[in-house]
T-cell receptor, first 113, second 111 residues
Framework: DTEVTQTPKHLVMGMTNKKSLKCEQH?????MYWYKQKAKKPPELMFV???????INESVPSRFSPECPNSSLLNLHLHALQPEDSALYLC????????????FGPGTRLTVL | GDSVTQMEGPVTLSEEAFLTINCTYT??????LFWYVQYPGEGLQLLLK?????DKGSNKGFEATYRKETTSFHLEKGSVQVSDSAVYFC??????????FGQGTELSVKP
């Protein structure tokens, strides 16, 4: 089973709202990732967690705040977003960071009004 | 730096046609190579992978061979179906462990 789940599937929020995206995997993977994907473009890496600790932050604005409460869960907290942050947000996981195949979730389609 | 170059799309084929999507990568070390597929409105799915030279990855009728001499990992399928319509991403892992994606190739298969 190589399933990564993400909720919600769609999210519409205003620029003053606070919302969270959730990602879950039960494959025993110890690395989890957040990517941002704009239409017709490849995914762009945002954050990497390894053993529940943040190991890579690709200079992402502070209005995006990741959290890894345990080895199966990854959250992305959103606050004061801009319309240009509208995109598909993908979560991925792998056995270990940087050396194993990444498996992606279905994504959350975010629209910022 | 590390990069992956894919043929530009969109590629439009008739059902049962032969498919080739070209992918080349910069030769820094011996990276693992991947093809991911993204169906409309969905996330990325791993289609196949190869971890060393001359490895052939295969899945669902798709194949790709890791060619070190030409730094290529072209995706092929003998007979495409309408259900294969999607965007295909070639990717390599760089020495820091990050996935480097190509720009994606959109495939449209007509009945």
């Amino acid at each position: 089973d190589t399933e990564v789940t993400q909720t919600p599937k769609h999210l519409v929020m205003g620029m003053t709202n606070k919302k969270s995206l959730k990602c879950e995997q039960h494959m025993g993977h110890r690395a989890m990732y957040w990517y941002k994907q704009k239409a017709k473009k490849p995914p762009e890496l945002m954050f990497v967690y390894s053993y529940e600790k943040l190991s890579i932050n690709e200079s992402v604005p502070s209005r995006f705040s990741p959290e890894c409460p345990n080895s199966s869960l990854l959250n992305l907290h959103l606050h004061a977003l801009q319309p240009e942050d509208s995109a598909l947000y993908l979560c991925a996981s792998s056995q270990l960071a940087g050396v194993d195949t990444q498996y992606f979730g279905p994504g959350t389609r975010l629209t910022v009004l | 730096g590390d990069s992956v170059t894919q043929m530009e799309g969109p590629v439009t084929l008739s059902e049962e046609a032969f498919l080739t999507i070209n992918c080349t990568y910069t030769a820094t070390g011996y990276p693992s190579l991947f093809w991911y597929v993204q169906y409309p409105g969905e996330g990325l799915q791993l289609l196949l992978k190869a971890t060393k030279a001359d490895d052939k990855g295969s899945n669902k009728g798709f194949e790709a061979t890791y060619r070190k001499e030409t730094t290529s990992f072209h995706l092929e399928k003998g007979s495409v179906q309408v259900s294969d319509s999607a965007v295909y991403f070639c990717a390599r892992r760089n020495q820091g462990g990050k996935l480097i994606f190509g720009q994606g190739t959109e495939l449209s298969v007509k009945p």
